[in-house]
């Protein structure tokens, strides 16, 4: 790569940096870009800039959205008081396809993970106690993935929800393997998961 013009260098170290991208597929990548029309070009960079311009993160629920409140927390046709707690906001995306959950969400924006180095003040707890004590919240799904992080999050938010002697604490049920990710699961097991979700 050292041989490469300044430009090319700079774009292959970017799609590097990416998750899951390696120096190979990032360097393919780049050269995929070059052979392109420059209109193509200037669409792809229009769209990435405007992640940043256009995107906000709702005020409620901590979800990625164009307007805060975002349509979820707006819509008349959800339950307020009933949450499903989930890790991303991929999470949730994977949970609105099954077309079966009426409530509103609260997004973590992680688990409990030392290792990936997410500790409990980076996550949107304080701001989902605070929506609980406004709201009045009658139920809180834990929608986690169900590996130790998702597990030792759970545990921890359990306690500190019990708390609130009024709300009906449940998960998800285990229709979904353990050690998978809610973000591929399919909307069969979804939809199954979400009907038979217990209290804890």
Same mark, same amino acid.
């Given at each position: 790569?050292?041989?490469?013009?300044?430009?090319?260098?700079?774009?292959?170290?970017?799609?590097?940096?990416?998750?899951?991208?390696?120096?190979?597929?990032?360097?393919?990548?780049?050269?995929?870009?070059?052979?392109?029309?420059?209109?193509?070009?200037?669409?792809?960079?229009?769209?990435? &800039?405007?992640?940043?311009?256009?995107?906000?993160?709702?005020?409620?629920?901590?979800?990625?959205?164009?307007?805060?409140?975002?349509?979820?927390?707006? &819509?008349?046709?959800?339950?307020?008081?009933?949450?499903?707690?989930?890790?991303?906001?991929?999470?949730?995306?994977?949970?609105?396809?099954?077309?079966?959950?009426?409530?509103?969400?609260?997004?973590?924006?992680?688990?409990?993970?030392?290792?990936?180095?997410?500790?409990?003040?980076?996550?949107?707890?304080?701001?989902?106690?605070?929506?609980?004590?406004?709201?009045?919240?009658?139920?809180?799904?834990?929608?986690?993935? &169900?590996?130790?992080?998702?597990?030792?999050?759970?545990?921890?938010?359990?306690?500190?929800?019990? &708390?609130?002697?009024?709300?009906?604490?449940?998960?998800?049920?285990?229709?979904?393997?353990?050690?998978?990710?809610?973000?591929?699961?399919?909307?069969?097991?979804?939809?199954?998961?979400?009907?038979?979700?217990?209290?804890?």
């Amino acid at each position: 790569m050292a041989n490469y013009p300044t430009p090319i260098k700079n774009l292959i170290d970017e799609f590097a940096a990416l998750p899951g991208l390696g120096p190979k597929t990032a360097e393919r990548l780049v050269f995929y870009l070059l052979k392109r029309p420059t209109t193509d070009l200037n669409k792809f960079a229009s769209a990435i &800039s405007q992640l940043k311009n256009k995107i906000t993160v709702c005020q409620k629920c901590q979800n990625y959205s164009e307007i805060s409140p975002c349509a979820i927390c707006q &819509s008349r046709q959800r339950n307020p008081k009933v949450i499903c707690l989930v890790a991303l906001p991929q999470d949730l995306l994977a949970i609105e396809k099954t077309n079966e959950y009426q409530g509103v969400y609260h997004v973590l924006g992680g688990v409990i993970d030392p290792l990936q180095g997410l500790t409990l003040e980076q996550l949107k707890i304080q701001e989902l106690i605070n929506r609980i004590k406004i709201d009045g919240a009658v139920e809180i799904i834990l929608a986690l993935n &169900s590996d130790l992080p998702g597990e030792t999050t759970i545990l921890y938010l359990t306690k500190l929800l019990k &708390s609130f002697k009024n709300i009906k604490l449940t998960r998800l049920a285990q229709g979904l393997p353990t050690g998978s990710d809610l973000e591929y699961a399919d909307e069969i097991t979804l939809t199954n998961a979400l009907k038979g979700r217990r209290e804890i």
